[in-house]
């Protein structure tokens, strides 16, 4: 029954955020006279806005806890994408079969990026600028600089409409939530995180827990991009580093999973965090605001976010400090 209650309690806690900003801006639209946010259609397209970039957040947020900013998230999403779809459209594949092969593309593509890394032992950012060039340079020399196109067949894209978009969803959070919590390699990423010298030391390898991690998120890219792919029905391919720009919606939802993974999941709180920024640019775009001010609002919450994880040490000393103020009051 305890354990119940502490279950309830939390998922009070991870679900609060994002109900907050829900109720938020469904109230200031109805004072505004404005009617359709956050149901029908508007509410499909809220809940395809998070599990698509909720799975970019999942994969930034497998290096970028261990300090790995990835720039090449944009361009392993194309490539695989556009590898998995053309090979798949080649041999008359479902849309099944589509969906795994793009995430074994990549699986190998983020494998690819994590094994470079840990041979030359250069900053993480200058190795991915330059995995992010090849890998774009691949994908326009593939696909002729044409990318590829599925318009019209809409058999193989299913994977932005529900049931498929949610199954899919549910799926790999639940997958990742075991690899993060009930195995070696979760306890071997926590420990890493909490001092690198310190776990090396005791015998974790940590070359070989990051390129699991660069794995992990090439498939989530991989699965973000056949969801993208479905809804536009193409796929481009970047040039000049364009492909960096899609890491730039990673950050709020990675930044409250982070708060909210002490009561959970840091999986499940990534979601969550995707599920908040996709209901407040949703009541922003319905609310009539330009578009510019997403970046600035974005820009913001997450500055908040970075002001309270650096500082939330200060609030339980604070806390502690005013505890035992009082017990030694009442003694006296």
């Known amino acids: 029954m305890d354990k119940l209650k502490k279950y309830s309690k939390n998922f009070m806690i991870m679900i609060i955020i994002p109900l907050a900003a829900y109720l938020f801006f469904f109230v200031l639209c109805k004072?505004?006279?404005i009617s359709g946010f956050g149901v029908g259609t508007d509410l499909q397209v809220i809940l395809r806005n998070t599990v698509y970039t909720g799975l970019i957040a999942l994969a930034v947020s497998y290096n970028l806890t261990s300090g790995r900013f990835d720039f090449s998230v944009g361009a392993t999403l194309l490539l695989s994408t556009i590898l998995g779809g053309m090979l798949s459209v080649r041999l008359g594949l479902g849309p099944v079969p589509m969906l795994?092969?793009?995430?074994i593309f990549g699986a190998i593509l983020g494998g690819i990026g994590g094994k470079v890394y840990t041979l030359l032992r250069?900053?993480?950012?200058?190795?991915?600028?330059?995995?992010?060039m090849i890998y774009e340079a691949i994908g326009f020399t593939v696909s002729g600089g044409a990318g590829l196109s599925l318009i019209g067949r809409s058999d193989l894209l299913i994977w932005s409409k529900p049931p498929y978009l949610y199954i899919l969803c549910i799926v790999i959070v639940a997958?990742?939530?075991i690899l993060l919590n009930k195995t070696q390699f979760g306890y071997h990423c926590g420990a890493l995180q909490s001092g690198q010298e310190i776990a090396v030391s005791v015998g974790i390898n940590e070359?070989?827990?990051t390129i699991r991690c660069y794995i992990i998120a090439g498939?989530?890219?991989a699965a973000a991009g056949v969801i993208n792919m479905c809804v536009l029905g193409t796929v481009s391919p970047e040039m000049g580093l364009g492909s960096s720009s899609y890491i730039q919606n990673a950050f709020m939802p990675m930044f409250i999973g982070n708060l909210l993974a002490r009561y959970f999941d840091r999986n499940t709180g990534v979601i969550m965090g995707a599920l908040t920024q996709s209901i407040i640019f949703a009541g922003i775009g319905k609310l009539g605001i330009p578009s510019a001010w997403q970046s600035v609002i974005t820009g913001v919450i997450?500055?908040?976010?970075f002001a309270y994880s650096f500082n939330a040490y200060k609030i339980v000393e604070f806390q502690h400090f005013k505890e035992k103020k009082e017990k030694a009051a009442a003694s006296q």
Request: net charge positive; glycine share 10%; aromatic share 6%.
């Open 207 to 209: 070359k070989k827990n």
């Open 175 to 177: 997958v990742l939530y």
């Open 219 to 221: 498939i989530c890219l």
């Open 31 to 33: 004072i505004r006279g």
């Open 122 to 132: 250069l900053p993480p950012m200058v190795v991915s600028l330059g995995i992010a």
């Open 100 to 103: 795994l092969l793009c995430m």
């Open 302 to 305: 997450v500055l908040g976010f």
